[in-house]
């Protein structure tokens, strides 16, 4: 990466990304910093659903979602939803995801996404010796009309073609996984592979873990970048510059305007995603669950249910919608028989970066090769975090990546 053999490296973001980022470089004995605003772990990691889901081997462009998106994106209450706005970054943003939504482009994608999916399991389960509550009881996808139960089928199989099981279930069958709760639905699909965990306890672990280790945490806001040369030299902050041989970006949404100031181009897109807790879950469940068309995920996590949804373009706009929080809590009795009462406070909104194509940004830049991007995961931050801080360590270390990383990287467009 550098003309010597780095010794100090800097993380600039907090997350679940740039906590294993942190973990794994700090193994190969390098001087770990992480930057991060606020308290780490408190971003967009820690109110997601908590899924670890090797079954999401689709990226999200995926055919017929430009489509499903046209239709869904003035419905203020859809799953997926784009605040109409005149920004040339959206613009420029759809254009590719629009190319990139080709079957050429996704079966590519889809045994690097499984790869990378099934080595993060493993990662996981590495770190078991934390408390973070892992739980490998599978996921649970249920349909509740025809059109929608064909789209599951048909994700099944492809699941197949690839080496994931997916068992397809009639309503029965469905039945049978959730005896606590009447459904009310056609059927469903369950993988037998995914996972959950709680990542509230997941990141507070990793980060007391981490000070243990010897990472240095630093609460600053980050003006910009020193550098000469195409050499990164040291982080600007507004409490001084912090020097370092190797930086890390796992800015998450915020990547994209970091990456900007040093005149590269990451196209991102916040994809802003609400959840609430039920303290006293009013139905019980035992498995995660993804209700399909509604796009919205189900979790018990310890004693309580977590409820999570949606993807809105919005930009960088942490402002909570009611009425989309309220969509959420609506869709849940469309497939549960079940008497629903307002959604708790407090409610949550986390951005999501979305990169055109589904996939991540993990690589050095060429531009700035003392830069490496982890960052653009999208729905799949918490699912890839393991996995992504490991290939990081080996780029830094000059080893052979453990997975392919060539359509993950961050000059792709």
Not at 29 to 55: D, I, K
Not at 112 to 128: P, Q, T
Request: aromatic share 8%; with cysteine; proline share 8%.
């Amino acid at each position: 990466m550098t003309a010597h053999s780095p010794r100090s490296v800097v993380i600039l973001g907090g997350g679940a990304i740039g906590l294993c980022c942190a973990r794994y470089l700090r193994a190969e004995g390098l001087n770990v910093t992480l930057v991060e605003r606020g308290e780490p772990g408190m971003g967009c990691s820690w109110g997601n659903a908590g899924m670890v889901t090797p079954s999401h081997f689709v990226p999200l462009a995926a055919p017929g979602m430009v489509a499903k998106g046209l239709r869904w994106m003035f419905d203020p209450e859809s799953p997926f939803y784009i605040r109409p706005r005149a920004e040339m970054g959206l613009l420029s943003w759809l254009w590719h995801f629009n190319r990139a939504a080709t079957k050429t482009r996704v079966e590519r994608a889809m045994p690097l996404l499984r790869d990378l999916m099934a080595e993060s399991l493993r990662l996981f389960r590495e770190l078991g010796p934390l408390d973070f509550g892992l739980e490998e009881k599978g996921l649970a996808i249920y349909f509740n009309s025809e059109k929608d139960r064909k789209g599951c089928v048909h994700e099944a199989e492809m699941a197949h073609r690839i080496g994931i099981e997916a068992r397809v279930l009639d309503a029965d069958q469905a039945q049978e996984l959730e005896p606590d709760v009447a459904l009310k639905v056609l059927g469903g699909v369950f993988y037998p592979g995914d996972a959950q965990l709680d990542p509230g306890r997941f990141n507070a672990a990793m980060a007391v873990d981490l000070s243990a280790k010897g990472v240095r945490f630093l609460r600053v806001e980050v003006r910009g970048f020193h550098g000469s040369k195409g050499c990164l030299r040291a982080l600007r902050t507004d409490q001084g510059e912090v020097d370092a041989d190797i930086f890390v970006l796992a800015a998450g949404s915020w990547s994209g305007a970091l990456a900007k100031e040093l005149g590269l181009s990451l196209p991102l897109q916040p994809g802003k995603g609400y959840s609430f807790d039920y303290a006293e879950p009013p139905f019980a469940l035992r498995h995660p669950t993804i209700l399909s068309e509604a796009r919205v995920a189900i979790t018990p996590i310890g004693k309580r249910l977590r409820i999570a949804g949606t993807l809105e373009l919005a930009g960088l706009d942490l402002s909570i919608n009611p009425r989309r929080v309220e969509a959420i809590r609506k869709a849940v009795p469309r497939y549960l028989e079940v008497d629903l009462p307002p959604a708790p406070a407090p409610l949550w909104a986390g951005l999501r970066p979305c990169s055109p194509d589904g996939l991540p940004f993990i690589g050095p830049f060429a531009k700035v090769p003392n830069l490496i991007a982890a960052t653009g995961h999208a729905m799949l931050g918490i699912t890839l975090a393991p996995v992504t801080g490991r290939l990081v360590a080996d780029l830094v270390a000059g080893r052979e990546p453990l997975v392919a990383v060539d359509l993950l990287s961050p000059d792709r467009y």
